[in-house]
C-alpha cells in the first residue's frame, strides 16, 4: 500500500535535510526545473550552492546523453533512469542509474577505475590535456565530463553495474559534495555516510513499488512551488496521459499546501514526504507528515466521515461549507473534500504512532 | 478608496485589476496563495465599497489557470459581491474564461453557476 510506502521512504530518509528522487520522464527542459528544486532547499555558501548546481545539471544530463536503449522493451530490460539528489548534514550527493551496453561497461570502469586513482594536481593536468586536445565525442560533452566532476568534488567517483542480460547493465554512479572537509582524524558522522549499494536499494525498491518521485524535506510554500513546476513540466511532456492533466494538478497543489499547512514543525521546517506513483495504470499522489498524536482521533473521523460519499453526497457537503463562514485561518475546509471528489478511487490513509506525542500520518488519492 | 485596485501577478497570486472608471474588472493567471483569505482581503474590501455605487453595468472577467482550494472560498465571496450589484437590478454578470480542453476550470465555473444567482457567461481561451 502507498501509505506504508511512504512510511518506508521517509525512514530511509530519516537523517535527509532533503532528498529528491525521479524517475520521470525525462528533458533537458526539466534540468531547469530540477535544478530550481534544489536551490530553494539547499542552504549553503553561494559558491557551493553554484557548484552543487552545475555537477546536479551536469549528471542529470549525462544520462540523457549517455544512456543506451534498448530497441525492444522487455520485462527483463524495462529498466527506467532514475536521478537521485540527497542532503543530509554537510553532505550533498548526486546519484544516478541508466542501461549501458557491456561493452561500454568495460571502457566506463577501466575509466573511472583510473580518474578515482589521480591527484588533484594529476586531475587538473588530464583536465588541461583534454580539452586542449578537443577530445570531443560524437555525444558532446568533451569527455570531460567525470574529470570535471572528480575535480569539482575532490572525492571518488563512486560506481557500480549491476548485470541485467546479455546485451545491457545499469550502471550506477554516485558522487558527494561536502560543504566542509573533515581533518583527517575527525570522524565522518556515519548518518551522513551513503554507499552506492544503499542507491541500488532505493532504485529496486522505486521500481518494484512503481514509485516516480520521491521528495522528502520541508514543505513550505517556497519550496512546494518549484516542486509544482517540476510536476507539471513532466504532465506536458506525458503524450498519453489518461486522466485530466488539471485534475491532476488540482490535486497534487491541495495535498502539497496540506503539507504545508498541517505538518508539524521540526527545528522550523514543516517536515513531510510527497510519493507519486503509478498503480492499474493510473498515479497514486501520497503525502506523509507528522501530526500530534492529539489531533489523531479528530481527523481520523473527519476523514471517514467523507471517504464513504458518493459523489452527489460529495457535492453536497461542499457546497455546504462553501456558504458557511471561514474558519480560523480562513480555511474553507473544503480542501479534503475536495481531494475526495476528484479522486477517481476511495482516498486512503494511515496513522502510524512515532513516539507518545508524535504520529506519521500518511494520504493517498488516485488521479 | 481609489478608483482602482492593481496587483501584479506572481508565481502564486493572480494578476488583479479593477477599475471603476474604465469598468473592468478582471482576475488572471493562477491562484495557490497559502493564505488565500490574506491575499483577498484587499480585494473584497475594495469590492465591498464599490458595490455601494456600482456602474450600471459591471462584468467581472476571470481567466485562471489554475486555484487552490482554498481560493475557491475567496473567489465565491467576491462572486456573491457582484451578485449583490446583480439584486440590486443594476446589470452585472460574470465572464468565466478557461483553455480548451480544461475540463477542470470548466467545472468549477459550472459549480459557482450552479451555487450563485447571477449570470454567468463562458468563454474558452483558444
Not at chain 1, 25 to 37: G, I, Q, S
Not at chain 1, 78 to 98: E, M, Q, T
Not at chain 1, 161 to 186: G, H, P, T, W
Not at chain 2, 43 to 68: D, R
Request: with cysteine; glycine share 4%.
Amino acid at each position: 500500500m502507498e501509505t506504508e510506502i511512504a512510511w518506508r521512504f521517509f525512514n530511509k530518509f530519516s537523517y535527509d535535510r532533503f532528498s529528491l528522487a525521479y524517475m520521470g520522464r525525462f528533458d533537458d527542459e526539466l534540468t531547469a526545473a530540477l535544478m530550481r528544486t534544489n536551490e530553494m532547499s539547499v542552504q549553503e555558501p553561494q559558491m557551493l550552492k553554484k557548484r552543487l548546481s552545475f555537477l546536479i545539471a551536469e549528471c542529470f544530463q549525462n544520462i540523457i546523453r549517455h544512456e543506451d536503449k534498448p530497441e525492444i522493451i522487455t520485462r527483463t530490460n524495462n529498466k527506467p533512469k532514475v536521478f537521485l539528489i540527497r542532503n543530509i548534514g554537510s553532505k550533498h550527493y548526486i546519484a544516478s542509474s541508466n542501461l549501458v551496453t557491456n561493452t561500454k561497461k568495460e571502457e566506463l570502469a577501466s575509466k573511472l577505475k583510473a580518474i578515482n586513482t589521480l591527484s588533484e594536481e594529476m586531475l587538473k593536468s588530464m583536465y588541461m590535456e583534454a580539452f586542449e586536445n578537443n577530445e570531443i565525442s560524437d555525444k558532446g560533452g568533451a569527455g570531460l565530463g567525470l574529470l570535471e566532476m572528480a575535480r569539482k568534488t575532490g572525492s571518488p567517483l563512486e560506481y557500480a553495474f549491476e548485470f541485467v542480460n546479455y546485451f545491457f547493465s545499469i550502471f550506477y554512479f554516485q558522487i558527494c559534495l561536502e560543504s566542509r572537509k573533515n581533518e583527517e582524524n575527525e570522524s565522518a558522522d556515519s548518518k551522513e555516510i551513503i554507499h552506492i549499494v544503499e542507491t541500488k536499494e532505493l532504485y529496486n525498491l522505486m521500481l518494484s513499488e512503481s514509485v516516480q518521485i520521491i521528495r522528502k524535506g520541508d514543505f513550505s510554500q517556497e519550496s512546494i512551488l518549484p516542486l509544482i513546476n517540476l510536476i507539471e513540466g513532466n504532465l506536458k511532456l506525458q503524450t498519453n496521459f489518461s486522466g485530466s492533466k488539471k485534475k491532476t494538478m488540482y490535486m497534487l497543489v491541495e495535498l502539497l499546501q496540506n503539507l504545508s499547512k498541517h505538518a508539524v514543525k521540526v527545528n522550523g521546517e514543516r517536515e513531510g514526504i510527497f510519493m507519486i506513483s503509478i498503480k492499474n495504470n493510473k498515479y497514486v499522489l501520497t503525502a506523509g507528515n507528522y501530526i500530534n498524536t492529539n489531533d489523531v482521533e479528530s481527523l481520523r473521523k473527519k476523514l471517514e466521515n467523507i471517504r464513504d460519499l458518493d459523489k452527489n453526497e460529495l457535492m453536497g457537503i461542499y457546497k455546504e461549507t462553501l456558504k458557511k463562514e471561514p474558519g480560523i485561518n480562513g480555511n474553507a475546509g473544503i480542501g479534503l473534500i475536495e481531494l475526495c471528489k476528484y479522486s477517481s478511487e476511495k482516498i486512503r490513509f494511515n496513522f502510524k504512532p512515532v513516539s507518545e506525542i508524535m504520529s506519521f500520518f500518511s494520504l493517498s488519492i488516485t488521479v | 478608496m481609489e478608483n482602482y485596485l492593481k496587483l501584479k501577478g506572481t508565481e502564486d497570486t493572480p494578476e488583479i485589476l479593477f477599475n471603476k472608471e474604465l469598468n473592468e474588472f478582471s482576475i488572471t493567471g493562477k491562484s495557490l496563495p497559502e493564505d488565500a483569505f490574506v491575499f483577498y482581503r484587499p480585494v473584497i474590501e475594495w469590492l465591498t465599497e464599490y458595490i455601494k455605487q456600482p456602474n450600471s453595468k459591471s462584468e467581472l472577467k476571470i481567466a485562471l489557470e489554475y486555484f487552490n482550494s482554498s481560493s475557491v472560498k475567496q473567489l465565491l465571496s467576491i462572486i456573491l459581491l457582484f451578485e449583490e450589484i446583480f439584486k440590486k437590478d443594476n446589470e452585472a454578470k460574470i465572464i468565466w474564461c478557461y483553455s480548451e480542453g480544461d475540463d477542470l476550470m470548466e467545472i468549477k465555473g459550472l459549480e459557482f453557476e450552479s451555487m450563485m444567482n447571477i449570470p454567468f457567461e463562458f468563454k474558452i481561451l483558444s
